[in-house]
T-cell receptor, first 118, second 113 residues
């Protein structure tokens, strides 16, 4: 069975500080996909990034960066120079890579609430 | 940008009422999903569909039912709402052959008095 753990339930920082969100996953699959979603106070989940299990290259997109380490089953997310607008709940998720006609379900972590204070 | 819509955004109703939460997407996605989200944030998959006339129960048992008569439409119905149904309901869709990323609607926040 797949499992995603986000050990941090809430992180509070002051604006301009960096914040790193931890994500650890468990799966028996050899190939899989990992995702990060953002849920602002308005409620919708916004897709941020997808990584393939066979691509461990870290990625930077603006103030966001992701550190994928297959050896430790971790897919951490860092926000650099945080802003008040970054305040949201962030979810890490996992799905198997084999495409199934019945659908590939996402397994979500419990979420980490980030509060950025001005 | 994802085009997935949910109505109503907020709903307050009395116990025993029948309600239908609407979800529509214009992306032509075959797969659609319903999640229930606790106040404590965790997302629970309650229903999913991988095409017209297919529906499956998710990981969390739910008294709600769903239907998929049209590709773009995936409504969720509660025959008799109870206070325990108070929650946020999120609808999502994804491509049949994609890598699995799901695109979410804005959610319906349901309160049953």
């Amino acid at each position: 069975a797949q499992k995603v753990t986000q050990a941090q339930t809430e992180i509070s920082v002051v604006e301009k500080e960096d914040v790193t969100l931890d994500c650890v996953y468990e799966t028996r699959d050899t190939t899989y996909y990992l995702f990060w979603y953002k849920q602002p106070p308005s409620g919708e989940l916004v897709f941020l990034i997808r990584r393939n299990s066979f691509d461990e290259q870290n990625e930077i997109s603006g103030r966001y960066s992701w550190n994928f380490q297959k050896s430790t089953s971790s897919f951490n997310f860092t926000i650099t120079a945080s802003q008040v607008v970054d305040s949201a709940v962030y979810f890490c998720a996992l799905s198997e890579a084999v495409i199934k006609a019945a659908g590939n379900k996402l397994t979500f972590g419990g979420g980490t609430r980030v509060l950025v204070k001005p | 940008e994802a085009d997935i819509y949910q109505t109503p955004r907020y709903l307050v109703i009395g116990t025993g009422k029948k309600i239908t939460l609407e979800c529509s997407q214009t992306m032509g996605h075959d797969k659609m999903y319903w999640y229930q989200q606790d106040p404590g944030m965790e997302l629970h998959l309650i229903h999913y569909s991988y095409g017209v006339n297919s529906t499956e129960k998710g990981d969390l048992s739910s008294e709600s039912t769903v239907s998929r008569i049209r590709t773009e439409h995936f409504p969720l119905t509660l025959e008799s709402a109870r206070p325990s149904h108070t929650s946020q309901y999120l609808c999502a869709s994804s491509s049949l052959w994609g890598a699995g990323e799901q695109f979410f609607g804005p959610g319906t926040r349901l309160t049953v008095l």
